[in-house]
Structure formats: structure tokens, C-alpha cells
């Protein structure tokens, strides 16, 4: 027999010398309160519980007995194995913060090796420098999951996820911590955050131009489309010649989208929007710290972004002179260097330039370089003014109507006197003129049909266009009187006999302008 307030180890002795396997216990009041395991006894010593007394023993059996199966299953091959097969580094202490286990990837991910801090306590790892802050002893100290970034001694980045194991009591056992090395997904992240923000910064260079329609009346801009065809396929630079508004733009377009490189990015740089300051490091990109304000990470060029594409470059004329000297190297050697960096740069890119201004008076006057102009001026395109294009204007007009009709979710419809009078206009700033007109007429007409007397006034008496013929000038006049008489008696047979023609001439007539 045993008492109960015994220690194991007086229970053990006892045993041994009674040569018994198991001996009944009793409490201070000679209650039995269970049944001694010589076996259970011996394995409990071993653990560290010698002078524990054998009542106290009994009530916490189940937990020893688990807190042993649980340290040997630690140490055991199979669980060894099945740890070391994770990606994710595991961590294990016991309830008090000492470090039972790692995994093989754990070591990998530190750099720190399992013999350095089996048995070590969180608070030692923290003070050796191992790790910034111990999630272990938060979770210890919480009594609930946790899940924290963590700063390893290697410099890499971890995320850490704690979690408490707790027996039925609810006494905490254990803690089970899985370690993500989170350096490259963060380096990742960081490269997206600036991928994000260049795209931003560049959408309004990069066009898509696709889809864009040139309208071809004029047998000149056919036959000028056709040779744009054929220069489009070749890899020489192309210099667009024509007024202010002309479509300079929409033919560098136009190449691009019939050449080889049509896959490959069309950025648009407008040298004179761009002030002498930006200007460099915007075509041609900086180092890191290259200079005050300059992004710690640095910035590519749209030179760079136009690698394999087409540049093109607007109103080349107010191009600086020192970078005219940086434009020839990649124009000659496809090579550059960026604002601060001494390393070259290869580039396969097209360069298209445009201006409105003689590039010849330009050499003169000294604003372009005499090298820099025949390198431009390959082959040097002209594009006529709309003035000089008279057959193209009714489609532009029809064209543009269509196109801000939609995007104003109106119906707006012009008048045929309307019609005749824009085609008369001489626009003296071409395209862009005439699209700017028919916007502001869409967006500001409080008719469907709308009239003379909602043509802005600067068109109404301005100066027509000297391009049309006496015949076409005769033929527009009567297409006005017609249709004016038309509105005024409202049927043929009145209109005709107040212009004093047959009804069938004014029939004839009307027909022949439909």
C-alpha cells in the first residue's frame, strides 16, 4: 500500500522492494484514490517527475502520458521526415517558450542550424539576434493564434504564424509556428507597385492608334497613303512634313500599324509640350539618384519603352541642340545611356519625327543640326493642308459627326446650306479645326437639324476656301438657293416656280446633289 502525498521516487523503491508490478494508493483519510503502475512509475522518473507525489501523479497521468507521447513523436523518424517535406519552415517550443524542433526548411530559410537552438528559450533566440521578435512568446503570453512579419538575422523577411496547442484543461501545452520566407514575394510586389506606376505614367505616351480611319478623297492622298505603305515596310526613319493640325500624327500611326513592327509599342513624344529639363530624362530614362527628386529605384526611358517599336517624335524642331547630339547615337548606333549611368543602353527602335516648321530654315537658323537633318530627312513626307484637299472635307465632316453623336448620345443632323459652308471654310488649322467645329457644334446645338445661325460666327465670315473651281462655286451657290426655297414653300412646285425654273430642273438638281 501507498499514500498518496509519497513522492514517485519513495513509491518506486517501495515497489521495487515488494517486487510488486503495482500497488494500491490511498489518501490522508485512507481512501483508496487509485492503483500504482511500477512501468508508469519508472517512465515518469525518467521524464523528470521523481518528486512528484503519487496522488498528484494519478490526477495528471493522461497529461504526462500525452506530453510523453507528443516528445517522443517529436524525436521520432517519422515525424522527422514528414516535417523536413514542408516548403514552409516549422518551429516548435513547448508551453514556456523552449525550442523543441525545427524543420530542414526552417534552417534554409534562417540560415540558422537546428543544433544552434534545440533546447534554447525564445527570449535567448531574441537576445543572440536570431529573430527581431519572438511570435512564440506573444503567443504564450495571448494564449491565441498570432500571426506577425518578422525580421531574420540574415536579412530576409519571414511571415509568422503561431498557434497554441492546448490539453483539455485548457493548460497550454505547446506552440506550433510556420515560417513563410517572404523576401522575393515582397521584391515581387515592390516590381508590380513599379511596373504600376510607370504604366500609369506612361499611358498617355504609348498609343494604340488601331482602328483609326484616314479619309482618301483626294487622288494626292491616295497615292500619298500608298507610298506610306511601302516605306512602312522598311526600317528607314521617316520625317512628316505639314501645318499644325494636318494629321501628322495619325500618319506616323498609319506607318507604324503597316509595318513589321506593328506588335510592338507606338509611343508619342511631343518635344515642344516637354520642358528642357524633362524632357532628357523622359526619352532617355535615369540611374538611381541620377539627381535631386530623382526615384531611389530610377526610371526608364521612353526610348526604352519603345523598344521594338516606333517613336515618334513631334515638333523634333524644339528638340534642345545637346540632345540632338544624344538622338544621332541612337539613331546611328541603336544605343544610349541613360541620365547618370555609364552603361549603354541597346535599343531596336523606329524613329518617325514630325514637324510644322522648314526643317532646312531650322538648320539655318541654328535650332537643328545639319548631321541631325539629313539623318531625319530619309525620307521626308509632306502632307497637304485640308484646304488643299476640298473632296475630303464633306467625309471628315460625316465622320466626325458620327463619332460625337455617339459619344454625346446625341442625333445631332446638319443642314445641306451647313454642309456647303464648312466645306467652303479654308480651316485654316486643317483636321484638328474642323474636328474641334463639329464637337462644339454636337455638344452645344439645342436643335436636331441644325441651321446657319448655329455655325460659329468665325466661320460664317472668314474667307473661303480659294481651292474651289468656278464650276463648284456656281454649283454650291445653287445648292443653297434650292435648298432655301425648298424650306421657304415646302414642295417642288412652288420652290421652282419662285427661282423661275421648271419643276423637273429643280427635281434634276436636287437628285444630282443627293
Known amino acids: 500500500m501507498l499514500k498518496g502525498t509519497d513522492s514517485l521516487a519513495i513509491a518506486l523503491v517501495a515497489m521495487t522492494k515488494a ?41 495528471q497521468k493522461p497529461q504526462l502520458h500525452m506530453q510523453d507521447q507528443f516528445q517522443s513523436f517529436l524525436e521520432s523518424d517519422m515525424f522527422a521526415v514528414l516535417v523536413d517535406s514542408l516548403y514552409d519552415g516549422l518551429y516548435v517550443t513547448d508551453g514556456i517558450g523552449i525550442t523543441l524542433k525545427v524543420n530542414k526548411a526552417y534552417e534554409r530559410i534562417t540560415g540558422i542550424q537546428a543544433k544552434q537552438i534545440i533546447g534554447m528559450h525564445m527570449r535567448d533566440m531574441e537576445k543572440l539576434g536570431y529573430i527581431s521578435r519572438s ?16 525580421r531574420l538575422a540574415n536579412g530576409r523577411n519571414a511571415m509568422v504564424s503561431g498557434t497554441p496547442a492546448f490539453n483539455k484543461d485548457g493548460e497550454l501545452l505547446f506552440v506550433v509556428s510556420v ?35 484616314i479619309v482618301a478623297e483626294d487622288v494626292e492622298t491616295v497615292s500619298f497613303l500608298k507610298t506610306a505603305k511601302r516605306v512602312a515596310q522598311t526600317t528607314a526613319t521617316v520625317c512628316l512634313l505639314g501645318e499644325s493640325g494636318v494629321g501628322k500624327t495619325r500618319v506616323a500611326a498609319f506607318i507604324h500599324e503597316h509595318s513589321l513592327r506593328k506588335e510592338h509599342p507606338f509611343v508619342v513624344v511631343n518635344c515642344g509640350a516637354l520642358s528642357e529639363a524633362l524632357i532628357e530624362s523622359e526619352l532617355f530614362g535615369y ?19 519603345a523598344n521594338g517599336g516606333t517613336l515618334f517624335l513631334d515638333e523634333i524642331g524644339e528638340l534642345p541642340l545637346l540632345l540632338q ?10 544605343r544610349y545611356t541613360p541620365v547618370g549611368s555609364t552603361e549603354l543602353k541597346e535599343v ?13 530654315e531650322l538648320v539655318e537658323l541654328g535650332k537643328l543640326r545639319e548631321d541631325l537633318y539629313y539623318r531625319l530627312a530619309v525620307v521626308p513626307m509632306t502632307i497637304k493642308p485640308l484646304r488643299e484637299r ?125
Not at 522575393?184 to 494604340?208: F, P, R, T
Not at 527628386?293 to 526604352?304: R, S, V, Y
Not at 464637337?439 to 481651292?467: F, R, W, Y
Request: aromatic share 4%; net charge positive.
Open 19 to 59: 517486487n510488486c508490478m503495482y500497488m494500491e494508493v490511498f489518501n490522508q483519510s485512507n481512501k483508496r484514490i487509485g492503483t500504482a503502475i511500477l512501468g508508469e512509475i519508472r517512465q515518469a522518473i525518467q521524464s523528470g517527475f521523481a518528486d512528484m507525489p503519487v496522488e498528484t501523479f494519478l490526477l
Open 135 to 150: 511570435i512564440s512568446l506573444e503567443v504564450i503570453k495571448q494564449k491565441q493564434a498570432i500571426t506577425r512579419m518578422q
Open 348 to 360: 531596336n527602335v523606329r524613329i518617325i519625327a514630325a514637324t510644322n516648321q522648314s526643317l532646312q
Open 179 to 213: 515560417v513563410r520566407d517572404m523576401t522575393d514575394l515582397l521584391a515581387m510586389q515592390a516590381e508590380l507597385e513599379d511596373l504600376k506606376e510607370w504604366q500609369a505614367e506612361i499611358d498617355h505616351h504609348v498609343s494604340a492608334g488601331k482602328g483609326a480611319t
Open 287 to 305: 540611374a538611381p539618384g541620377a539627381f535631386t527628386g530623382a526615384l531611389a529605384k530610377g526610371k526608364k526611358g521612353l526610348i526604352e519603352v
Open 390 to 514: 476640298p473632296k475630303e472635307v464633306k467625309r471628315l465632316i460625316h465622320l466626325f459627326l458620327n463619332e460625337f453623336n455617339e459619344r454625346h448620345n446625341r442625333q445631332i443632323q446638319l443642314s445641306k446650306d451647313v454642309v456647303h459652308v464648312l466645306e467652303w471654310y479654308h480651316w485654316p488649322g486643317n483636321i484638328r479645326e474642323l474636328k474641334n467645329a463639329i464637337e462644339c457644334i454636337v455638344a452645344t446645338s439645342m436643335n436636331v437639324l441644325v441651321g446657319m445661325d448655329q455655325l460659329p460666327t468665325h466661320i460664317l465670315h472668314k474667307k473661303s476656301n480659294p481651292k474651289r473651281t468656278l464650276k463648284e462655286a456656281v454649283q454650291t451657290l445653287e445648292e443653297r438657293l434650292i435648298e432655301k426655297a425648298m424650306m421657304e414653300h415646302g414642295n417642288t412646285r412652288a420652290a421652282a416656280q419662285a427661282l423661275g425654273i421648271s419643276q423637273s430642273t429643280l427635281v434634276t438638281k436636287r437628285n444630282k446633289r443627293e
Open 325 to 334: 547630339t544624344r538622338l544621332l547615337k541612337v539613331i546611328d548606333e541603336l
